[in-house]
Structure formats: C-alpha cells, structure tokens
C-alpha cells in the first residue's frame, strides 16, 4: 500500500543521485510500506545540504534550514528533504545544542528514536536496516535505537512516542525500553504541552488504546502533565479508541476537575466541543419524556448526541450511563431532529424588539429568560411558530 507515492517521489531521489549524493525514504513511510499500511507522508533524507538541494531544485521552500530541512515542490506536491545529520548533547530533554550535516547514512539513522522508524530505502527498494528493525517489525515489538535511557535523555517526548506507537500498531514495548521509560518518566515535565497532546490525540484513537493508556497510567505520565496532573487520572478507563475531544469530555463529567482546559492549549473549537459532548453527557441520563429529548436535540444537535451515544460502552465502563425511561438511539434523534419546527433562534417568527414592544418595557434579563421560554416551547409544540400566536401564549402563560 501507498507504492504509488514513492514511485511519484522518485524523480526527487533521481535528481539528488545525478547530482552525485545519496538520497534514500526513511522513517515512518518505510516502517508501513513494510507492514503494508497506509502510507501518508514521504520523508527523504539525503547527503546534500540545504544549499546543495536548493540549487537542484527550482521550487523549495526552507522550513527548517537549521535542522537541514527543505520543502521541495514537484508535481505540485511537498516533500521534505533533510540532510543527513548528527546531534550534540540534548539540553532540557527536548532539542539538541547543535546539529551538524554529516555524508553517512548510518551516522543519521543512529540518532532517530526507535529501530523501526530507523529504516532507510533506496529508488530501487533496497532496505537499510543496520538496528534490525524489520525484526522489530515482525516481532511487533517497539525498541529504542541503542541505549534506551540515552535516547529518553535526549528527547523525553520518545517516551510518549513510544506508547503512541504501541498504541496505533498494536505492537508490544520491549522490555529495557520500558524499564527505561520508568526511569525518564520525569523528563516529561521539560516538554511543552502543545507536543504532549500532538501525541496524546494519536495515541487516545489508535487500535491498542487499551494497552498502551493503562501504561501512561502504570508509568504515571499523567502526574508530570499540566491539566492532568490536578486529576485523579486512574479513575478514567479507557479500553477502545475515542476522540481526544471525547475523552476530555468524558474527564471533565467523570471528574468534575478544578484544573481549566486552557492549560492543554488546545483551540477555542475544541474547548468548546469538549464542553458540548460533556453537557450533553450529563443531560442524556435526566431526560423523561420526549419533550425533554426534542429540547436536547434542539441544543446539542443530533451529531453531537450520536457521537456521545457511540461510545456508550466507554461511558458505562466509567460509570456515566446515557440511560432513560426512553429508547434514544440514532433512528429517535433523526426522527426528531426531522419534525423539530425551528432549527435554531433565529427560525422563530418573533424577536426581543417584538417583546419589548408588546409588553412596553425596558430590555433586561427577562427579556433573555422570556426568548428561551418562548424557545422551548416552540420547539416542543406547545404553541405554534407565529408571531400572533407566542404574543397570545406569553400573555396566557408567562408573568412578565
């Protein structure tokens, strides 16, 4: 699987080679192309410089000359070119001093994170696997290249690497590579929380989810990341892939943390679906009849409540059941959402200046709270959706 993007890349390694250097794929592309999985993105690495490759090339782009990487376009796609190189000693488990070009192969795979990933292949699919990890492979087993704690020391983000990997390839962690992890666990507290949760979203929905988060759990990686270290995290199981978003929200209702999500950094579209799919995980449980269900469906939406509804095994599993005296599954909601006679506020055929008007008085919060009355009883049909016939009901049925 995934042959046809390096056979669209090859042109790329032919120009690097007429030009008298190595050029080879490498890295996660190679590790699937082996495992016949899907091949995403193709990586090149080379024993030209940035200068070297740039003068090859009529369309590049320097997205990281200093770590000696160069976009270059053909065909209208992107690829990245990285010269081979070395490292200096790491500083703060997180980047290396100094990073210098090298013209050996072998010197450049040495410094990557695990055998797997440390594979090379040339144009012709010749394999350059000096750390044995076709091995790995076929054992499934994720092992650091060479020394273990080395490898944590230098970068602490492998460790989190490592349990991803674990997780999304169903793979088995090798022994002193785990032992390892125990030990380094604390470097974790060097990284920043953007690169922490890049791989706790990868991680949460791989296919050995289960395997690989009862290990953050054992190693207590938790308890050296902010949000997640103001939170009994041994409390939240998982055992089947979800959505990060999900699994916060699912954190959030479980665990009714002090903590803000604002420490996570993630983007104010996912703050606010996290909130949403906790809001509708509470609310599932209290609804009795079906008016209490048109209104969750009216404001949460029926993707939203699918979605929390598809993963009821993992809410049962921690103890938040979407339970009611009603039958709610995917056929009730489009029923509903169907036959709702408004879509959002905006469909109601009156407004606050109607309100105000009709009752002469000055706008403040019961002008709010009267358009959600107004709203709900819209959307349940206990009047219908004209302007003369909400005045009449607000006058038979509201104080103002």
Known sequence: MGIELFEKALPIL??????????????GSVRDYIMDRAVHDI????????????????????????HGTVNVVYQGDNYEVTTFRAESDYVDHRRPSEVYF?????????????TINAIAMDKNYKLYDYFEGQDDINHRL???????QERFSEDALRILRGLRFQSQLDFIIDKMTYIAMQEQIEDIEHLSIERIVVELKKLISGQNVGESYSNLLTLGLFTHVPFFKDIDMNQVKIETPIRFEMWLAII?????????????????????????????????PQINNKDDLKL??????????????NIQSILHANSLATASPLIINEQTINEIANQLPIQTRKDMNINGGDLLNHFQKKSGPWLKELLRKVEGAV????????????LKWVDDNVKI
């Open 102 to 114: 090298v013209r050996d192969l072998y010197k450049d795979v040495q410094r990557r994170d695990f």
């Open 252 to 284: 959030i209702t479980k665990c009714q943390p002090q903590t803000s999500l604002s420490k996570l950094k993630i983007s104010n579209k996912e703050k606010s679906d996290i909130q949403l799919y906790s809001k509708i995980m509470t609310v599932l």
């Open 379 to 390: 959307v349940i049909g206990k009047v219908q959706n004209t302007k003369d016939e909400i």
């Open 43 to 66: 990586d090149i690495t080379t024993s030209a410089t940035p200068d070297e490759i740039e003068d090859m090339f009529d369309h590049t782009i320097p997205i990281g000359r200093e």
């Open 142 to 148: 994720i092992r650091t290249v060479g020394d273990a």
């Open 14 to 27: 032919d120009t690097i080679e007429k030009n008298d250097f190595e050029a080879y794929f490498v890295g």
């Open 296 to 309: 969750c469906v009216y404001d949460y939406g029926k993707t939203n409540i699918q979605e929390v509804l």
